[in-house]
């Protein structure tokens, strides 16, 4: 019996169906679905190129044994595994636009300053997304790597993407990469919004952090070092276009995190030990995939962003809602408290389909989400003076 069943096509099939319907018990079942099904979850067209169709062109014309019969029944469900990603990331434009309307009401996009050039009206980049879904930059952006913006070493670093014009102020993007907050590195994720950015006169920065071997013992020296990037780029990082007033910070999954943290302790001088004048407020801020508890997992620990209060910047809240890592929850949990902070809106869309770490890939979904986030920094009046640069 066990001589009918092709395991490599059961393989494929796991990762096809945990990409539809992913574990979330126990917690390392959560961790397997999303590492298993992130290759079909996030790229679904390159999936089906590099792994179903060699799968079955061999077999086009043949006398079909057991063995390939059963295969042939597995490909089929994993085609309609795929059919099933593809319209939910599909929705990710109507998420995003869901999170503007919710907080804008109806007429929002007559806020958005842009009007025609709003970037969800925009027609989707079919051939990058179908043909070149892993991020490359562009020639017309330039990467300045490994930047001090501390006396750490290499822990210290961040990279600067910019339009060769070197526009002289602009509006600024700092990324803050995931990992747990043990590993993880600068210029990983996210790579679609810093170029895409970068393309139309941002300057984007992505940055390394302080890692540990548990998130609690990392605190607050990671949150001192996010502090720290603020305070760089409101003194050497002009010298790199910066422009201090117009600072977007993100992150995704301890990043974002992060970029909670930073907007609830704003110029909280705990955390700026030996830089207490300088200003480490920002125009507004991005969560992505996040976790938003204590480190110490009591989320009424002060290394929670929810146990800290204090007006904040205006915020896009977004989490995939088969996320199997970081519970959407949690980031339902964040925009409640947010909200009920003095400030601005706060957006929140929530994806269909979306699992963690959506930001690795030029995806269909991820690719939405910087439309999305490219419509939000305009609602604020981050908006470089060089639009169309490219």
Not at 58 to 83: H, K, N, Y
Not at 207 to 218: C, V, W
Request: glycine residues 12%.
């Amino acid at each position: 019996m066990l001589d009918v069943v092709p395991v490599g096509a059961v393989v494929v099939t796991a990762c096809a169906l945990l990409a539809v319907a992913p574990l979330r018990r126990p917690g390392s079942a959560g961790t397997v679905s999303w590492i298993l099904g992130n290759f079909a979850n996030e790229l679904p067209f390159v999936f089906f190129v590099v792994v179903v169709v060699p799968t079955l062109v061999p077999l086009i014309g043949e006398d079909l044994s057991a063995r390939d019969q059963v295969t042939v029944v597995l490909m089929a469900v994993v085609v309609v595994a795929l059919v099933i990603v593809v319209s939910r990331a599909l929705g990710t434009r109507a998420a995003a636009e869901g999170a503007f309307r919710d907080a804008l009401g109806a007429g929002w996009r007559a806020e958005v300053p842009s009007g025609d050039s709003l970037a969800l009206d925009r027609r989707r980049r079919w051939a990058r997304i179908l043909f070149v879904p892993f991020p490359l930059r562009p020639r017309s952006v330039v990467r300045t790597a490994d930047v001090a913006y501390g006396p750490r070493g290499s822990e210290q670093f961040l990279d600067v993407y910019r339009h060769r014009s070197e526009p002289p102020s602009a509006p600024t993007l700092i990324h803050l990469h995931g990992g747990r907050f043990r590993w993880g590195r600068k210029s990983r994720e996210a790579r679609s919004l810093l170029f895409r950015l970068a393309e139309q006169g941002w300057t984007c920065i992505s940055a390394n952090y302080h890692l540990s071997p548990t998130p609690a013992e990392g605190f607050p020296t990671h949150l001192i070092d996010v502090k720290r990037i603020l305070a760089w780029c409101r003194g050497e990082g002009r010298l790199h276009g910066v422009d201090p007033d117009a600072i977007v910070l993100s992150g995704s999954s301890a990043g974002a995190h992060l970029t909670a943290m930073a907007a609830l302790t704003a110029n909280d001088p705990v955390f700026q030990p030996g830089f207490e004048d300088v200003d480490t407020s920002f125009a507004a801020g991005v969560c992505l995939g996040g976790y938003y508890g204590g480190l110490d997992g009591d989320d009424g620990s002060p290394t929670s962003p929810l146990a800290n209060r204090g007006p904040v910047p205006p915020f896009f809240v977004v989490h995939g809602l088969n996320d199997t890592v970081t519970s959407p929850e949690g980031a339902r949990g964040l925009v409640r408290h947010l909200r009920a902070q003095p400030g601005p809106l706060v957006l929140h869309a929530e994806l269909p389909g979306g699992q963690h770490g959506f930001g690795l890939f030029g995806s269909l979904r991820f690719e939405a989400v910087v439309d999305g986030i490219e419509a939000f920094v305009d609602w604020v009046g981050c908006r470089p003076a060089g639009v169309g640069l490219t």
